[in-house]
């Protein structure tokens, strides 16, 4: 069969590049450590940059604003790339795509994970000119462990700040928490009930659950210390604007949690700013996630507030 067909340029290419690393670290036992992140973005056909030296589809180097994926996972560490196949339609949509590794529970304790987020931040607003980014504009977006740090970045609170890329904001101007565990002191409740209660129950110690490997230290003061990387603990008076995502089948972070965070936000007069949606049906990260109409709410989100 020989056809000829008529197509459309309208879709623009899209370029992945991998393993750029951000920041240099060290886990709990001091080793040396390089945090990396991947970025896609619409920038031109670049295996004909260089096989040629040109470019067919005809350069824009305008800056794009940026949206950070952070990964979940429980916080027990994730490929940065597993699941950012599902968030293409964000550089699609003409953002700069980031993704994240952050150091794991076995790797790091809070406030690591928050401070890794933050150097991510600064990273892409220092190399803004390298991934045509338009460092005014850059939001984050996270599923489950990652949901709870890209709240968390939301509230845009100052002390997580390292020396690397100093002098370049971490603040965002939006955020997308889809299923995040925003309270560990109400699934440390629940856990040590189950724990108490339940011997066939996951995990037998407080310290074992996520949130207990990821705070470290001792059961004694986990819920006191676990308030201060809580959002709905936290002054919500620089939060950007922010949606927020939960299925009301999630048996692992009820939906209650991001329920109660919405009420705070809205008690500290940022609704105009806040969308809650509660997804019928759909339990923790279940494929009513990644549905078009779904997609088109998360992408219509981000363009009012970065576009």
Request: aromatic share 10%; glycine share 8%; proline share 4%.
């Amino acid at each position: 069969m020989r056809k000829e067909l008529n197509t459309s340029r309208k879709r623009k290419s899209i370029n992945f590049i991998d393993n750029i690393v951000y920041s240099h670290q060290k886990d709990l036992q001091g080793n040396d450590m390089e945090l990396k992140m991947s970025i896609m973005l619409q920038n031109g056909n670049s295996e004909m940059r260089l096989a040629m030296g040109r470019d067919d589809e005809g350069e824009d180097k305008a800056p794009k604003p940026a949206i950070l994926w952070i990964p979940g996972g429980g916080y027990r560490g994730c490929d940065k790339n597993l699941m950012v196949a599902e968030m293409t339609f964000l550089a699609d949509a003409g953002y700069v795509l980031a993704s994240m590794y952050y150091r794991s529970s076995a790797e790091g304790h809070f406030p690591d994970q928050i401070i890794d987020v933050k150097t991510a931040i600064r990273f892409l607003r220092a190399h803004a000119d390298e991934y045509e980014i338009d460092p005014n504009r850059i939001g984050v977006i996270g599923r489950s462990a990652g949901g709870h740090l890209a709240a968390l970045a939301g509230c845009n609170r100052e002390g997580y700040d390292t020396e690397e890329w100093a002098g370049y904001s971490s603040e965002v101007q939006a955020c997308c928490d889809m299923f995040g565990p925003v309270d560990f002191v109400v699934l440390a409740d629940i856990n040590a009930e189950a724990i108490k209660n339940d011997p066939n129950f996951r995990w037998k110690d407080p310290m074992e659950t996520h949130e207990g490997a990821v705070m470290g230290g001792d059961a004694e003061t986990l819920r006191e210390r676990c308030k201060e990387f809580c959002p709905p603990y936290l002054p919500l008076d620089k939060l950007c604007p922010i949606q927020i995502l939960h299925g009301d089948h999630d048996k692992l972070v009820p939906w209650e949690i991001s329920e109660d965070f919405y009420n705070k936000i809205v008690a500290a007069g940022k609704e105009s700013t806040s969308d809650f949606y509660i997804l019928k049906g759909a339990g923790h990260g279940t494929k009513e996630f990644f549905q078009d109409e779904i997609k088109d709410l998360i992408r219509g989100f981000f363009d009012k507030y970065l576009k």
